[in-house]
């Protein structure tokens, strides 16, 4: 194989308006797939860092009982989980704000969260 790979990075336009992603919930009844919501979930915007956007998509604080229906019908009040626990988020960092040894650094943070 002979391919180069482009060193060109090309971030997207960045709107006015936050972010909004669509989380697609189903749920088991009688041994049938079913769709138990569907929604857009707009992500929050930080005004002290411009074009830093976060949404929280699902949250479980602590190991979860796969025998009952999981829920995820209110914004918790810790995104951080307790031992055992989920969080499934999206991030959009600025580009050229964070340095790499910065942005590094605050993804080992949040592995090991």
């Given at each position: ?15 006015k308006?936050?972010?909004?992603y ?8 009688d ?22 956007e ?58 090991r969260?």
């Amino acid at each position: 194989m002979n391919r180069t790979a482009s060193t060109k990075t090309e971030f997207s336009k960045h709107s006015k308006r936050p972010s909004t992603y669509r989380r697609v919930v189903t749920a088991n009844v009688d041994g049938k797939s079913i769709l138990r919501s569907d929604e857009q979930l707009q992500a929050y915007e930080f005004k002290s860092v411009p074009s830093y956007e976060h949404a929280l998509v699902w949250v479980n604080p602590t190991t979860p009982d796969l025998r009952e229906e999981q829920r995820f019908d209110r914004y918790p009040d810790s995104i951080v989980p307790g031992p055992g626990g989920t969080s499934l988020h999206f991030v959009t960092f600025p580009p050229g704000r964070f340095s790499r040894i910065r942005r590094s650094t605050v993804m080992l943070r949040a592995a090991r969260l």
